[in-house]
């Protein structure tokens, strides 16, 4: 099934490849300075995404991305009048999403510290002194 539903990709659309985890700098200090960092820790989560069309879709969270773009699994896609659609993989786009149901068991203190751990973990890796450093020190100052 390839349709493709204003800012809505069918999991076989061209448009609508795997998307790839990115650990930029960019995008981990856009994650850590809003509450996309919330989103991204309800992966796996089942959940219910509003788009601004007045559709819904209901579904796994696969992946969502600093920009608030988001990959559903195993979606029921209804749109605004009432028709459903199952769909195996659904990729919305972050201007086109409304609201994100946060589901009633999830802590958010808790998932929002757990993913902010997770992005130090990242920048920090190899300890003190060792590996990469994120922001280089300026050697000619």
């Known amino acids: 099934m390839n349709q493709n539903l204003w800012g809505v990709a069918a999991a076989d659309s061209p448009q ?8 930029s700098v960019k995008e981990r200090t856009i994650s850590e300075n809003s509450l996309i960092i919330l989103l991204q820790g309800l992966q796996g989560q089942v959940t219910t995404v ?6 819904v879709a ?18 029921t896609y209804t749109d605004r009048w009432g028709h459903q659609v199952e ?7 972050g201007r086109n999403v409304r609201y ?29 002194g ?5 922001f280089p020190s300026k050697k000619y100052k």
């Open 130 to 134: 060792q590996g990469r450093r994120e």
């Open 58 to 75: 209901r579904g796994r969270i696969d992946n969502v991305d600093a920009f608030m773009n988001i990959r559903l699994a195993n979606v």
């Open 100 to 128: 994100v149901h946060i589901p009633d068991d999830v802590n958010i203190t808790a998932t929002i510290e757990q993913q902010l751990q997770a992005i130090h973990r990242v920048r920090n890796f190899g300890g003190k």
């Open 87 to 93: 769909l195996d993989d659904l990729f919305v786009t």
């Open 50 to 55: 509003d788009l601004r069309d007045e559709s």
């Open 16 to 23: 609508c490849g795997r998307m790839a985890v990115s650990h």
